[in-house]
């Protein structure tokens, strides 16, 4: 049973009850999404080779100090840090460390900034140097995925719409997607409902409603979908070792469409992208 409530009053999660957002809700979703943004551009410089992410985490963790934002990943279950950094086979939840990026490395890094209590979740795949073709192939189709699953995004649609677009377009070119990980509600919460699949059936799950805001966020993989979790109980990694990607954006249903929170002010949500059009 679905049943949709105004997120107003809202202050935990509920399974099955998904909060419907207003003008407020927008607003301060906006407000979150962009500086969550503003500080993943900025981070666009530091990633080169030679650099540690723990430096990349100091720099979001010093823009988020410096506009009034908390990083929400700190103190979230005991985890201490501002990003997650995931290079290469790590599918997500790395965690920034004193190792320096290699040239060829491809590292997502995932920033949830909290402004005024309302959460910008977002990440994007930086490329360190020069990397391989697989490696920019499997990037272009992840972008590529998170667009086809943002099209479907809009009422008369369901979640299971969305899941479909990301799985039909990552399998057309024979990567996998991960089942492990969804998109998920956030707001005023880091993670609420629903839970967003980036795998399913076209009409099933949970049909949009204008007012809902949440994450999509899929894990391509260039070999198969399976993941394991490291001993540090936070980095998931392909089982099979291949190399794996992700972007995510924020954002809300709309009458006609969906509005996205977390769009980059200087053009650089695909590092990738920008670098070969500059
Ligand atoms: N930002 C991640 C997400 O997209 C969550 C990271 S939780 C952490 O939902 F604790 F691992 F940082
Ligand atoms: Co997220
Ligand atoms: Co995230």
């Known amino acids: 049973m679905i049943t949709f409530v105004d997120a107003s009053p809202r202050l935990r999660r509920t399974p099955g009850v998904i909060p419907l957002h207003g003008e407020e809700g927008f607003e301060g979703m906006r407000r979150a999404g962009q500086l969550t943004a503003a500080a993943l551009d900025v981070l666009t410089e530091y990633v080169e080779p030679g650099v540690p992410t723990a430096t990349i985490d100091k720099v979001a963790y010093e823009f988020a100090r410096d506009h009034g934002a908390v990083p929400a990943t700190i103190f979230y279950k005991g985890y201490r840090h501002a990003t997650c950094t995931s290079i290469n086979h790590v599918v997500c939840h790395g965690i920034p460390d004193q190792r ?42 992840t972008y590529a995925s998170l667009e086809a699953g943002i099209a479907a995004a809009k009422p008369g649609n369901t979640t299971g719409d969305i899941g479909a677009a990301i799985q039909v377009l990552a399998e057309t070119e024979r990567m996998s997607v991960v089942r492990d990980f969804v998109g998920h509600g956030v707001g005023r919460l880091f993670h609420d409902e629903p839970n967003i699949m980036h795998f399913g059936t076209p009409g099933t799950g949970v049909p949009l409603r204008a007012g809902m805001i949440f ?64």
Request: aromatic share 4%; proline share 6%; hydrophobic share 35%.
């Open 100 to 141: 320096p990026l290699r040239e060829g490395d491809i590292v997502n890094i995932d920033l949830t900034l909290v402004v005024d209590g309302w959460h910008g979740d977002s990440s994007r795949m930086y490329p360190v140097g020069e990397i391989s073709r697989k490696a920019e192939r499997l990037i272009e189709v």
């Open 215 to 278: 994450t999509i966020e899929p894990m391509i993989n260039l070999g198969r979908p399976h993941v394991k979790i490291l001993s540090d109980g936070w980095t998931a990694v392909t089982r099979d070792r291949t190399l794996s990607s992700q972007c995510e954006h924020t954002i809300g249903i709309t009458e006609t469409g969906c509005e996205i929170f977390t769009l980059s002010p200087g053009n650089l949500f695909n590092p990738l992208a920008a670098r070969k059009a500059a």
